[in-house]
Each structure stands twice: as structure tokens, then as C-alpha cells.
């Protein structure tokens, strides 16, 4: 029997990742048997399960060093630290993108200069420019939000005529790529975090990489490595810490070994979950397309992403139509996150509510895009039927109320 469109309800939950792999549990119960947790609490020819896990990821990324560390959020105001970002620093920084993006802008006292965002929720390249010349700013920390990667050429090109260093927050894009290049490779540094919700699962932590021996010198001292530093494997030489080691002060957000030995088997089979997140996506993508009121975001060609999440736009619909939208989703077992409302829901705060960063008053496209742009997870404990019955629910809800004759008055 067909499943009826207008009646069915999705079961599944849009927060629960797939287990650990047991070669994972395995490792950590190892750890946890010798004891041995601290990064630097090694047995005589031991190497730390945080030391290889950056050899590994510094492999994966092609990156010369790696540093693990405590948080993604911490990874990224390490970066900023390590590029000399301090008090009153203008930082230039997506508009759209989740808190922790702000924060380490704003907990080291500098300033977040908020960039409009596109249609396809990338960074707007032109005002990237306008923005860096009325700010004067200098650093540039770049959010691939969602895993939408923006033209990584011509904002490469913008950064080298502007002087423009680029620190990539590759949260969502652990595993992606733009023409060939890993995301987090075309900056400075690019920092990932381990977080349930991200394409590794640690609970918590975050890696910085980069190819410039004194960020990654001052990074590793910054993270609270005492004077054990050469104990690290994905490490610039000891030489280069020298001219930092007696003036960088101790910040410790360390990985533990515990961590690194749950990391270890899933970063190897990264590309293979990769595939998975990104054929659900494409079912949805079919099972959505051409829905009329409902805009799907472009993804180019040269963008190789990993999609951990869905988005799609709901373009000038009035504010009550997409509440309905999202309660009648709801109703039906299918969890949408909208980035419009006026106050933070869950994750989805907006750039006016970071009060702390001194945002500005109103980013006209952004405001635009956000007041339409709906968002959910897609965890890989969906099956490729799954994602077609939720496509099935909201196609479905969205046109209920797009043939609504609220909804069409408020039509553009
Ligand atoms: C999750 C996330 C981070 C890092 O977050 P942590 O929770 O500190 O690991 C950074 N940027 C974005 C866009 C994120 O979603």
C-alpha cells in the first residue's frame, strides 16, 4: 500500500547519532584499563592516542601539523590567539553561523564584523570586501555553516589582495572539499570540532591544523603543553619554539587520550560515512525538488561536501505561515529548526541576539535569508526511507498552506 502523504508520521529522532564503533570501544576500554588518560602520561615507548590521532588527521587533511584539542570553540580562539587577535581586533566573520563562531571572537575581547550572507548561505564575497575595508580588519574567521562551502577561489584571491589572513571553522566540513582542496586547507588554519553533532563523535573536542610552524608552535603552547611540546608528532621542530616558549601563556584545552582512542576508528572510515550523510541528502534534495513556495540551496560543482544537515528556504513567506509550517511538521514526528525567530531556539540563534558582540542594528540579505531559512539534522541512524517519508511529510505541509490564501496575498 502507498503511504498516504497527509496522514503519515515519521518515528525517528533527529538527535541520535549512530553508536560508537566497537573498534572504538575497545580502544577506549584499553585506555581505560591502563589509566593512562593525560596526552602526556606515556609508559616508556608509548605513544599517546592523542599524538597519533594528529598524526592521522594531519594525513587525512594534508596538513604538516596538528594540534587536538578540548573543543572546536576552543580550537577557533586558539587560532585567533595564534594569529595575534587580541582586545579590540576587528575579526571579520559570517553573519550566519552558530554561537560558537562569535564567542571566540568576543571572549578574547576583539571585534566581530558581521558579513552578509547569500542565497546559497554562503559568505556574500562583496561585502566580504566592504566590510574588510571599512573595518580595516585583518583577519578573517571563515564559518562553511551548514557544510555550504562559498567560491573558495575568488575569496582566496580577495584575501591576498587584502591582506586578509583566513581562519577556516570547518565544523560542518570535516571531510569536504572545494576543486580538490580539504576544506580547512585553504587558510591559515583550520579548525574542526569533535562534537556529538559533527562528522566525528567524541562528545566534545576540536583540532586545529596549519602548515606555518610558528602558528602551530604557539597553538600547541597555548593549549597547555608545559615544556613536553616535543612529545607531539604533527609538531614543528623545537627550534621553533623557542621565541614563543617563556611568553605564551598557558590556556590548557588539551585532548585526553580517551577521546583520541574513540576518534581514532571513525576518522578512518570518514569518507565512507561521508557517502552515506550525502545519499540521504540527495534523497531528500528529489524528494523536495520543485516543490512550489520551497527553494533548494544550490550546491556547485566544486564543492565535494559532507551533509550532516538539510536546509532549504521558505523566501519571504509571512513569519505565521512558516510557524504553522513548523507545528504541523512537528505534529507529524518532523523536527524543522527555523533561524527567524525573533528570540534563540536551541541552536539557532541569530547574529542580532549576540548582544555581546555588538552586532549591528539590521544586515538587510541576511535578514532576508534567515527569516525563510529552515534547518534539521539528518543523523546517519536515518535510512535512505526515512529521509523519503520526510520529504514525503513536508512537501506535503508546504503545500497545504502555499495554496492558503494567507499565504498567497503575502506572496512577493
Ligand atoms: C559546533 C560548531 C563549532 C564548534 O563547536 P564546539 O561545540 O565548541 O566544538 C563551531 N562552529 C560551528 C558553526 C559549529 O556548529
Same mark, same amino acid.
Not at 264 to 275: E, I, K, N, T
Given at each position: ?38 596526552r602526556y602520561?606515556t609508559?616508556?615507548?608509548e605513544i599517546s592516542e592523542t599524538a597519533l590521532l594528529e598524526e592521522e588527521? /594531519? +594525513?587525512?587533511? *594534508?596538513?604538516?601539523?596538528c594540534l587536538a584539542?578540548?573543543? !572546536?570553540? @576552543?580550537?577557533?580562539? #586558539? ?96 571531510? /569536504? +572539499?572545494?576543486? *580538490? ?8 588554519? !583550520?579548525? @574542526?570540532?569533535?562534537? #556529538? ?34 612529545r607531539h608528532r604533527a609538531a ?19 585532548m585526553?587520550n580517551?577521546?583520541a ?152
Open positions: 500500500m502507498m503511504p498516504d502523504p497527509n496522514n503519515e508520521i515519521f518515528t525517528g529522532s533527529f538527535t541520535q547519532q549512530e553508536p560508537i564503533p566497537e573498534e572504538g570501544i575497545a580502544a577506549a576500554l584499553a585506555v581505560l584499563r591502563h589509566g593512562r588518560l593525560h602520561n609508559a616508556p615507548d588527521f /594531519a +594525513a587525512f587533511v *594534508g596538513a604538516r601539523y584539542v578540548a573543543s !572546536g570553540g @576552543y580550537a577557533m580562539a #586558539t587560532a585567533l590567539r595564534a594569529v595575534g587577535v587580541g582586545p579590540g581586533t576587528p575579526v571579520l566573520s559570517n553573519a550566519f553561523t552558530l554561537a560558537p563562531v562569535p564567542g571566540a571572537i568576543a571572549a578574547l575581547g576583539a571585534q566581530p564584523i558581521f558579513v552578509e550572507v547569500t542565497q546559497d548561505l554562503t559568505i556574500d564575497l562583496q561585502d566580504l570586501v566592504q566590510k574588510a575595508q571599512q573595518s580595516g580588519a585583518r583577519v578573517l574567521l571563515l564559518s562553511h555553516m551548514r557544510g555550504h562551502i562559498c567560491d573558495m577561489d575568488t575569496l582566496m584571491a580577495q584575501a591576498r589582495a587584502h591582506g586578509i589572513v583566513v581562519i577556516e571553522d570547518c565544523a560542518h566540513t570535516m571531510g /569536504a +572539499a572545494w576543486n *580538490g582542496t580539504p576544506s580547512g586547507r585553504h587558510g591559515k588554519i !583550520g579548525c @574542526y570540532s569533535v562534537q #556529538t553533532y559533527k562528522h566525528l563523535n567524541a562528545g566534545e573536542g576540536g583540532f586545529l591544523v596549519s602548515d606555518d610552524p610558528q602558528v602551530m608552535a604557539q597553538a600547541i603552547l597555548l593549549s597547555g603543553s608545559y615544556m613536553l611540546y616535543t614543528p621542530p623545537a627550534e621553533a619554539f623557542e621565541p614563543f616558549k617563556l611568553h605564551t601563556p598557558n590556556i590548557s584545552g588539551r585526553d580517551l577521546r582512542a574513540i576518534l581514532r576508528p571513525q576518522l578512518r572510515v570518514l569518507p565512507q560515512q561521508a557517502a552515506r550523510w550525502n545519499a540521504r541528502y540527495r534523497r531528500l534534495e528529489t524528494g523536495l525538488g520543485q516543490t512550489p513556495g520551497l527553494h533548494l540551496i544550490a550546491r556547485p560543482e566544486a564543492e565535494a561536501f559532507v551533509a550532516s544537515s538539510f536546509q532549504f528556504l521558505l523566501l519571504d513567506w509571512p513569519d505565521q505561515s512558516i510557524l504553522t509550517l513548523i507545528a504541523r511538521c512537528l505534529a507529524r514526528g518532523v523536527e524543522l529548526k527555523w533561524f527567524g525567530a525573533p528570540d534563540p531556539v536551541a541552536f539557532t540563534s541569530r547574529y542580532d541576539s549576540w548582544r555581546y558582540a555588538n552586532p549591528p542594528a539590521a544586515l538587510p540579505q541576511t535578514d532576508r535569508v534567515l527569516a525563510g531559512l529552515i534547518d534539521m539534522r539528518l543523523p546517519l541512524t536515518f535510512s535512505l526511507d526515512d529521509c523519503d517519508q520526510i520529504a514525503r511529510i513536508i512537501r506535503a505541509e508546504v503545500s497545504r498552506i502555499w495554496q492558503s490564501p494567507q499565504t498567497t496575498t503575502a506572496k512577493p
